[in-house]
């Protein structure tokens, strides 16, 4: 039992190294794209890749030191002398029928790696809802700070739909996928609305669309605007999914 508890605890902590090492890359990638499109200049969608990049650093030293000092401590406890209850206590636990003693580890294995594969199923599904929803708005002419929150929130909801566990986990997951999606969705946004004012972009086709729409950018001085509805949706998508998480372990308590 005790065996089990390390290991879930040794997950765990796994699990928020990979989360801290992926919102410093989002954070690392924000950046870039911020000083490439900005001529080196820093703005406040580079700001904000600075903060992700930091807070992912951060939590990734702080869990890995904390993996360290769990590998010592268990270290520790294998070395220490047992006194006579804990060997009666193994002696005991040894005892239990071996087929009942891995059926249940492995039955909750395979359910929880089928959980994670549909999870993250949803996730994209709940992504890809909210990153159409977030480019119809775009696409209607709307500069609003909601279409981060949406794509999260319907992010996590189809996480938890299907796997019926969101945890820290599926929230990485959820949060990774919607950043990755929310540069493409707003680009598709300005690009619906292009197609709604003016009556020559119409009638090209969606490859010339995606490759000429840039440069309507600089055209009609619409720049600005777009990275402003990414940097807006960025800060109000983190902000939602810190909510959550601090919700969520409030209720755990």
């Given at each position: 039992m005790n065996q089990?508890?390390?290991?879930?605890?040794?997950?765990?902590?796994?699990?928020?190294?990979?989360?801290?090492?992926?919102l410093a890359a989002a954070g690392l990638i924000l950046i870039i794209i911020a000083m490439v499109t900005s001529s080196g200049s820093f703005t406040p969608l580079a700001l904000l890749g600075l903060i992700m990049a930091i807070a992912g650093i951060a939590m990734f030293v702080i869990k890995l030191k904390e993996e360290k000092a769990y590998a010592k401590y268990l270290e520790?406890?294998?070395?220490?002398p047992k006194s006579m209850a804990e060997k009666l206590a193994q002696q005991q636990a040894e005892t239990v029928d071996a087929e009942q003693l891995h059926k249940e580890p492995r039955d909750?294995?395979?359910?929880?790696?089928?959980?994670?594969g549909l999870g993250m199923l949803g996730a994209a599904i709940g992504c890809l809802a909210g990153a159409v929803i977030w480019?119809?708005?775009?696409?209607?002419?709307?500069?609003?700070?909601?279409?981060?929150?949406?794509?999260?929130?319907?992010?996590?909801?189809?996480y938890k739909l299907l796997s019926r566990n969101l945890g820290a986990q599926g929230m990485a997951t959820s949060v990774g996928m919607s950043v990755l999606v929310l540069p493409f969705a707003?680009?598709?946004?300005?690009?619906?609305?292009?197609?709604?004012?003016l009556p020559s972009y119409r009638g090209w086709s969606f490859a010339e669309k995606w490759r000429q729409t840039w440069g309507l950018f600089r055209e009609y001085e619409i720049m600005g605007d777009f990275f402003k509805c990414?940097?807006?949706?960025?800060?109000?998508?983190?902000?939602?999914?810190?909510?959550?998480?601090?919700?969520?372990?409030?209720?755990?308590?």
């Open positions: 089990n508890i390390h290991q879930v605890n040794q997950k765990k902590i796994r699990r928020y190294k990979v989360a801290g090492a992926a520790q406890e294998l070395n220490r909750t294995a395979i359910a929880q790696k089928s959980h994670v480019a119809f708005i775009l696409g209607q002419g709307y500069i609003t700070v909601f279409g981060g929150i949406i794509m999260i929130l319907l992010s996590f909801g189809g707003t680009y598709g946004g300005f690009m619906w609305y292009l197609n709604n004012i990414i940097g807006n949706g960025y800060l109000f998508m983190i902000a939602a999914a810190i909510a959550v998480y601090s919700l969520l372990r409030r209720f755990e308590k």
